[in-house]
């Protein structure tokens, strides 16, 4: 299960386009949802994204984990330096569970980010991270063309992959566009 490329190097060149500078709109549209009941969150893939210490202002126990140690380094650095905490690990996902099943998952272009072969086992991993009843919060990377990443997540597949006998899938709740013109379509999917 290795990632499909050298996301440190992505970092050290500054080739990060999808990075937005600012908190997803999908997250601002969500956060009434995320502040009304604030418990543990994890962030897989989390990257740089501000949403980590955004989750961590509105109250919730933060875990992100990530494989690339320039985003680990700048998430902790992030988060102490507003006095807030939070876990942010270090290592490729496939190779670490939280020591209890968590309340919510954020999945921002983190599905995208893995080789199309690997969305089987990442649907068992956030399954089993996320306790029953709990809510992943996924934001489905829609793009046209082959290859990636980003690797297009088309819905009907997605409701597929994440499929009714573990998930119950709400309605669409926000379509956001990226700046470089791609855009993700965010559904909140509670674990059966
Ligand atoms: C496209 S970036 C998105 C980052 C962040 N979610 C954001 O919205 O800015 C994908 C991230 O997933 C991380 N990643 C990719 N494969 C991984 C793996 N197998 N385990 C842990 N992290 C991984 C990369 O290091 C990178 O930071």
Redesign the pocket.
């Given at each position: 299960?290795?990632?499909?490329l050298d996301?440190?190097q992505?970092?050290r060149d500054a080739t990060?386009a999808?990075?937005?500078g600012e908190l997803?709109p999908a997250f601002q549209a969500l956060r009434p949802t995320f502040s009304e009941n604030p418990g543990t969150v994890i962030?897989?893939?989390?990257?740089?994204?501000p949403?980590v210490l955004a989750f961590a202002q509105l109250g919730w126990h933060v875990i992100g984990?990530?494989?690339?140690e320039t985003?680990v380094m700048y998430q902790r650095e992030c988060l102490a330096s507003t006095g807030l905490t939070g876990d942010i690990e270090q290592?490729?996902?496939?190779d670490w569970h939280p020591s209890t099943p968590v309340d919510l998952i954020y999945e921002?272009?983190?599905l995208?980010?893995?080789d199309p072969q690997?969305w089987l086992p990442y649907e068992r991993v956030l399954r089993e991270w996320l306790r029953s009843g709990g809510t992943l919060a996924a934001l489905f990377m829609q793009k046209e063309g082959e290859g990636g990443?980003?690797f297009h997540c088309d819905i009907e597949s997605m409701q597929g992959l994440f499929a009714s006998t573990h998930w119950d899938w709400g309605e669409q709740a926000f379509r956001a566009v990226h700046p470089v013109g791609v855009c993700e379509l965010t559904y909140l999917l509670t674990r059966r």
């Open positions: 299960m290795e990632p499909v996301w440190e992505r970092y990060t999808w990075e937005r997803n962030i897989p893939g989390c990257g740089r994204a949403e984990i990530d494989v690339a985003a290592g490729n996902l496939f921002q272009t983190c995208c980010a893995l690997q990443p980003p």
